[in-house]
């Protein structure tokens, strides 16, 4: 029997408060005398963000006490001045929200006067609790971007091509030594300016495609890697904001690198992007502007007046690598001063298309530098080295050699049978010679560091050729990068294994995210619809991912074919309508934006994209045969037991029509919420008709998938759902207890069996050490989740750092510590928690910043005792859900409705503290 109590750490006087107040801990009722502040003040997600380009951007901010009573916000107010002077004064030259009566305390659009371009505006925020309005918050700001195209002066502009350089014709055409490419150095381009008033600030806009490097008076303007982040070069161009104020000089000079990217794809290989519409020659618009004390402003621009040379990066390109000949470096280019006589006038360009937009996803960075588990000499000047963790980036390298030495590094995941590199499996897909692969040409006996440019590579080891002397740990570091979110959640429990998947997890995330949601770091590097849409739960958990999935969701739309067809890889060259680009791929469109709207109540994504994810849908519709669908790719990567494709393709149409219907019921669309209800309901009916066997109990051929996505998605009767888990079971135990699915049914059958009471089968599946699993992978030497489970045993087939099993970690959050979002409560206003306390467990925790605050579920199991520790943010509200049992008086004290359900006990949690023991 279970027993409920209060610790003994808590005061009797709080005990006492907890029966008075039921479900909080803490009595103190009076608002005026508890200390209240608003604080991680956020505009568009950020906090001081620099070149918003929405015209409405959407305030947030959280409630922080530390007094333990119950606080739930009930209005608030928002001034926004264009001085902080103003502000201090409560004058709101631009909104006075006044006080509005509402529970939000996130995504509030701002309603005031038009905001104007390049500049920077100022807020804060008060709220009410019950009858009592707490002092203002402290002033954050916002700057705005461009939001006209005629906010631009500066000119697209490029260097001319390798024979039309000044002193450089006699290398037309560079052939690269052993690749068979024929291709132009990266160019620099410079242009020298003098600032003479004393600066107020100054704000550099730049957008440079494929990639850039901007300098400025010599320095790099920012640590940022690979910038902009990849698009529909014809449809959308991202640029950045730089604070540079700190950086301008009387005399300056800047410098840009520019790179080719996914815009200048100059090699082959299946998917096609050396012949997107798109490509073209590698080009930039860069703006400053500058603003003097005295009021006035100066814009220095790109136009006809810069000059260009090229670059000591000979090739570069972002699946084969790059190449960087040090005997062409000019030192000094980006300075002041420089002498650029022998330099090239540029070429005015036109725009690649796209329309030009501040880029709101957070840039790439490295986030670790690591240095060699091992080194292994395999011969002259030949090394293999050892990174012991698989990951996605490039390596910095100090060489000590003579002029024109050439140092090839080759980067992979495994070895072949004589201890050197394998890239077998990555260079499948290619039409070339080489993949993964950076040379470095020196110059003179020095000591020079070389670090990759403009590409980025996945792998463990290298293999490096013509490095002469004895390479050591000191001369070599790998450099990890990712876009760069901010940390949202962390778990961990007791158990060791759960800890090593929830690592590869991460790992394989961080790996597989770089502006926009890959499949792999090493072989392909595309943006595949179906593993983004799998994993967004995981994301969302983690980490701050928002920006990077919405800005996904526009590159989808930017996509989109004006029949509603989409292609399975996302940004694509054209490729990908007609094959792979099924339900369960594509419709990572309606799928990740109803999963932002959940995670983080964003209704503008849906609003944004309603008519997209309509027209997706819509699309879907016209290939069914009476509400059956029948195409796509069903669960790939299955291991024994095939799932039937119109099974699977079905569920996910039902889930379309699902999300359509209620987004457009948030959106106030009655007509469209009643007609996708409805087809939700037929394709319902025909679902169950077409592939239920009520005798058996089994869907289709009752594999672990056709019963768990059945289960998952709400499709079965509620009198058939015994049954119907039942037989899952059954599939579950004719796989020796292991996982019998492809990427489909591996989420969708652990998140079956925790719901409906058989979260231990699912850790089991989860832990096993034996074949297939992911504690087959953990106990196999993995750092990152594969593609296939069997790993380097599928040489040249498969990735070693796939994510598209990654769902795991959500099921860790979901379940081991239990917590679950609410549909109807968006952003985790209220949300429930259930830890399903397996008994391979001691302990578990877990923290989620919510969009209200953080959130904690930490539980440990002392003989017959559990200790349960949990944190519920001000503003919100918990259900917690345990096994029903004897009570002591406490459970008067934590709930205000006492409802025993399927054999459990609930409380309803108002915001606060609490610290329990059950018995």
């Given at each position: 029997?279970?027993?409920?109590?209060?610790?003994?750490?808590?005061?009797?006087?709080?005990?006492?408060?907890?029966?008075?107040?039921?479900?909080?801990?803490?009595?103190?009722?009076?608002?005026?005398?508890?200390?209240?502040?608003?604080?991680?003040?956020?505009?568009?997600?950020?906090?001081?963000?620099?070149?918003?380009?929405?015209?409405?951007?959407?305030?947030?901010?959280?409630?922080?006490?530390?007094?333990?009573?119950?606080?739930?916000?009930?209005?608030y107010q928002i001034l926004v001045a264009t001085s902080v002077e103003l502000l201090n004064k409560n004058i709101a030259d631009v909104?006075?929200?006044?006080?509005?009566?509402?529970?939000?305390?996130?995504?509030?659009?701002?309603?005031?006067?038009?905001?104007?371009?390049?500049?920077?505006?100022?807020?804060?925020?008060?709220?009410?609790?019950?009858?009592?309005?707490?002092?203002?918050?402290?002033?954050?700001?916002?700057?705005?971007?461009?939001?006209?195209?005629?906010?631009?002066?500066?000119?697209?502009?490029?260097?001319?091509?390798?024979?039309?350089?000044?002193?450089?014709?006699?290398?037309?055409?560079?052939?690269?030594?052993?690749?068979?490419?024929?291709?132009?150095?990266?160019?620099?381009?410079?242009?020298?300016?003098?600032?003479?008033?004393?600066?107020?600030?100054?704000?550099?806009?730049?957008?440079?495609?494929?990639?850039?490097?901007?300098?400025?008076?010599?320095?790099?303007?920012?640590?940022?890697?690979?910038?902009?982040?990849?698009?529909?070069?014809?449809?959308?161009?991202?640029?950045?904001?730089?604070?540079?104020?700190?950086?301008?000089?009387?005399?300056?000079?800047?410098?840009?690198?520019?790179?080719?990217?996914?815009?200048?794809?100059?090699s082959k290989a299946v998917w096609g992007f050396d012949k997107a519409p798109w490509r073209g020659k590698p080009r930039v618009i860069?703006?400053?502007?500058?603003?003097?004390?005295?009021?006035?402003?100066?814009?220095?621009?790109?136009?006809?007046?810069?000059?260009?040379?090229?670059?000591?990066?000979?090739?570069?390109?972002?699946?084969?690598?790059?190449?960087?000949?040090?005997?062409?470096?000019?030192?000094?280019?980006?300075?002041?001063?420089?002498?650029?006589?022998?330099?090239?006038?540029?070429?005015?360009?036109?725009?690649?298309?796209?329309?030009?937009?501040?880029?709101?996803?957070?840039?790439?960075?490295?986030?670790?530098?690591?240095?060699?588990?091992?080194?292994?000499?395999?011969?002259?000047?030949?090394?293999?080295?050892?990174?012991?963790?698989?990951?996605?980036?490039?390596?910095?390298?100090?060489?000590?050699?003579?002029?024109?030495?050439?140092?090839?590094?080759?980067?992979?995941?495994?070895?072949?049978?004589?201890?050197?590199?394998?890239?077998?499996?990555?260079?499948?897909?290619?039409?070339?010679?080489?993949?993964?692969?950076?040379?470095?040409?020196?110059?003179?006996?020095?000591?020079?560091?070389?670090?990759?440019?403009?590409?980025?590579?996945?792998?463990?080891?290298?293999?490096?050729?013509?490095?002469?002397?004895?390479?050591?740990?000191?001369?070599?570091?790998?450099?990890?990068?990712?876009?760069?979110?901010?940390?949202?959640?962390?778990?961990?429990?007791?158990?060791?294994?759960?800890?090593?998947?929830?690592?590869?997890?991460?790992?394989?995330?961080?790996?597989?995210?770089?502006?926009?949601?890959?499949?792999?770091?090493?072989?392909?590097?595309?943006?595949?619809?179906?593993?983004?849409?799998?994993?967004?739960?995981?994301?969302?958990?983690?980490?701050?991912?928002?920006?990077?999935?919405?800005?996904?969701?526009?590159?989808?739309?930017?996509?989109?074919?004006?029949?509603?067809?989409?292609?399975?890889?996302?940004?694509?060259?054209?490729?990908?309508?007609?094959?792979?680009?099924?339900?369960?791929?594509?419709?990572?469109?309606?799928?990740?934006?109803?999963?932002?709207?959940?995670?983080?109540?964003?209704?503008?994504?849906?609003?944004?994209?309603?008519?997209?994810?309509?027209?997706?849908?819509?699309?879907?519709?016209?290939?069914?045969?009476?509400?059956?669908?029948?195409?796509?790719?069903?669960?790939?990567?299955?291991?024994?037991?095939?799932?039937?494709?119109?099974?699977?393709?079905?569920?996910?149409?039902?889930?379309?029509?699902?999300?359509?219907?209620?987004?457009?019921?948030?959106?106030?669309?009655?007509?469209?919420?009643?007609?996708?209800?409805?087809?939700?309901?037929?394709?319902?009916?025909?679902?169950?008709?077409?592939?239920?066997?009520?005798?058996?109990?089994?869907?289709?051929?009752?594999?672990?998938?056709?019963?768990?996505?059945?289960?998952?998605?709400?499709?079965?009767?509620?009198?058939?759902?015994?049954?119907?888990?039942?037989?899952?079971?059954?599939?579950?135990?004719?796989?020796?207890?292991?996982?019998?699915?492809?990427?489909?049914?591996?989420?969708?059958?652990?998140?079956?069996?925790?719901?409906?009471?058989?979260?231990?089968?699912?850790?089991?599946?989860?832990?096993?050490?034996?074949?297939?699993?992911?504690?087959?992978?953990?106990?196999?030497?993995?750092?990152?989740?594969?593609?296939?489970?069997?790993?380097?045993?599928?040489?040249?087939?498969?990735?070693?750092?796939?994510?598209?099993?990654?769902?795991?970690?959500?099921?860790?959050?979901?379940?081991?510590?239990?917590?679950?979002?609410?549909?109807?409560?968006?952003?985790?206003?209220?949300?429930?928690?259930?830890?399903?306390?397996?008994?391979?467990?001691?302990?578990?925790?877990?923290?989620?910043?919510?969009?209200?605050?953080?959130?904690?579920?930490?539980?440990?199991?002392?003989?017959?005792?559990?200790?349960?520790?949990?944190?519920?943010?001000?503003?919100?509200?918990?259900?917690?859900?345990?096994?029903?049992?004897?009570?002591?008086?406490?459970?008067?004290?934590?709930?205000?409705?006492?409802?025993?359900?399927?054999?459990?006990?609930?409380?309803?949690?108002?915001?606060?503290?609490?610290?329990?023991?059950?018995?």
């Open positions: 029997m279970n027993q409920l109590f209060i610790t003994e750490t808590n005061s009797i006087k709080l005990f006492f408060c907890f029966l008075i107040s039921i479900a909080f801990v803490g009595c103190n009722d009076d608002i005026e005398n508890t200390n209240i502040s608003l604080q991680r003040l956020t505009c568009d997600y950020q906090t001081s963000p620099l070149g918003i380009d929405n015209s409405s951007p959407r305030f947030g901010w959280k409630i922080v006490s530390d007094s333990l009573t119950d606080i739930d916000q009930t209005a909104w006075d929200s006044e006080l509005i009566s509402s529970e939000q305390s996130f995504q509030i659009p701002f309603e005031g006067k038009s905001l104007q371009s390049s500049q920077r505006y100022y807020w804060k925020v008060r709220v009410k609790i019950k009858d009592v309005i707490s002092a203002y918050s402290a002033i954050d700001y916002f700057e705005t971007a461009l939001f006209h195209e005629t906010d631009w002066q500066a000119k697209w502009i490029a260097a001319p091509s390798v024979w039309d350089f000044k002193s450089f014709a006699t290398q037309r055409n560079v052939n690269q030594e052993n690749t068979g490419h024929w291709d132009e150095n990266a160019p620099m381009l410079r242009h020298d300016f003098t600032s003479n008033k004393e600066i107020d600030k100054a704000r550099m806009y730049i957008c440079g495609v494929g990639y850039y490097e901007a300098y400025l008076n010599g320095k790099r303007i920012s640590d940022d890697h690979l910038n902009p982040a990849f698009t529909k070069y014809d449809k959308r161009l991202l640029y950045q904001t730089y604070d540079v104020t700190s950086m301008v000089k009387k005399e300056n000079a800047i410098g840009i690198m520019l790179g080719n990217g996914w815009y200048n794809m100059n860069m703006q400053l502007e500058i603003t003097y004390k005295d009021g006035s402003k100066e814009i220095v621009e790109t136009n006809d007046k810069w000059k260009a040379a090229p670059a000591p990066v000979t090739y570069n390109n972002i699946r084969v690598g790059m190449t960087y000949d040090a005997r062409l470096e000019q030192e000094g280019w980006a300075n002041f001063g420089f002498n650029d006589q022998k330099w090239s006038d540029v070429f005015t360009m036109p725009s690649p298309g796209g329309e030009l937009r501040a880029q709101s996803i957070e840039p790439i960075k490295v986030f670790e530098k690591i240095k060699p588990k091992s080194i292994q000499k395999l011969g002259t000047n030949n090394y293999l080295v050892d990174f012991g963790q698989n990951m996605a980036g490039w390596i910095t390298l100090k060489v000590n050699g003579t002029h024109s030495d050439t140092i090839k590094v080759r980067y992979g995941e495994i070895l072949d049978f004589n201890g050197h590199l394998d890239q077998t499996g990555i260079i499948r897909h290619m039409r070339e010679d080489e993949v993964q692969t950076d040379r470095f040409i020196l110059a003179d006996n020095k000591n020079q560091v070389f670090e990759t440019k403009f590409t980025f590579h996945g792998f463990q080891y290298v293999e490096i050729t013509g490095y002469k002397g004895d390479l050591t740990k000191e001369d070599i570091s790998a450099l990890a990068a990712t876009s760069n979110f901010d940390v949202r959640g962390t778990f961990e429990c007791s158990d060791p294994v759960i800890n090593k998947i929830q690592e590869m997890t991460l790992w394989s995330y961080k790996s597989n995210f770089f502006g926009y949601p890959m499949d792999c770091p090493q072989r392909e590097k595309n943006g595949w619809t179906g593993d983004a849409q799998l994993v967004t739960e995981t994301g969302l958990f983690n980490f701050h991912a928002g920006r990077g999935y919405a800005k996904y969701l526009n590159d989808m739309a930017d996509e989109q074919k004006s029949d509603g067809n989409l292609s399975a890889i996302v940004p694509t060259s054209q490729w990908g309508y007609f094959w792979g680009n099924g339900p369960a791929w594509i419709g990572a469109y309606p799928i990740i934006a109803w999963q932002l709207y959940q995670f983080d109540g964003n209704t503008r994504v849906l609003k944004e994209h309603y008519d997209g994810m309509k027209k997706m849908t819509d699309f879907f519709t016209r290939k069914t045969q009476d509400h059956i669908l029948s195409i796509g790719l069903g669960d790939w990567a299955y291991i024994n037991t095939k799932t039937p494709v119109p099974l699977t393709s079905t569920a996910y149409y039902y889930h379309f029509a699902d999300i359509i219907s209620k987004s457009a019921a948030l959106l106030g669309k009655e007509s469209d919420k009643q007609k996708y209800r409805k087809l939700a309901d037929s394709i319902k009916v025909a679902f169950n008709t077409q592939f239920y066997n009520q005798k058996t109990g089994y869907y289709a051929n009752g594999s672990q998938t056709a019963q768990s996505i059945a289960l998952y998605f709400d499709l079965v009767p509620t009198k058939e759902k015994e049954k119907v888990v039942k037989q899952m079971l059954h599939a579950v135990t004719q796989a020796d207890n292991h996982l019998d699915a492809g990427i489909l049914g591996a989420k969708y059958l652990l998140h079956a069996l925790a719901t409906n009471g058989h979260a231990d089968v699912a850790y089991s599946i989860i832990t096993t050490k034996s074949y297939p699993g992911w504690g087959y992978l953990a106990a196999n030497g993995a750092t990152t989740l594969w593609e296939h489970w069997k790993g380097a045993e599928a040489k040249g087939l498969s990735s070693l750092n796939h994510i598209m099993f990654g769902d795991v970690s959500n099921w860790f959050y979901q379940y081991i510590a239990g917590i679950r979002p609410d549909a109807n409560a968006p952003g985790f206003k209220h949300f429930f928690i259930e830890p399903k306390l397996t008994t391979s467990l001691e302990w578990a925790a877990a923290n989620f910043e919510s969009a209200y605050g953080n959130i904690k579920v930490a539980w440990k199991k002392q003989g017959d005792l559990l200790e349960l520790n949990i944190e519920i943010p001000h503003n919100s509200s918990a259900t917690l859900i345990l096994p029903k049992g004897k009570l002591t008086g406490a459970d008067i004290a934590l709930t205000s409705k006492k409802e025993h359900i399927s054999g459990k006990m609930t409380f309803e949690l108002k915001s606060g503290t609490y610290n329990l023991n059950i018995k």
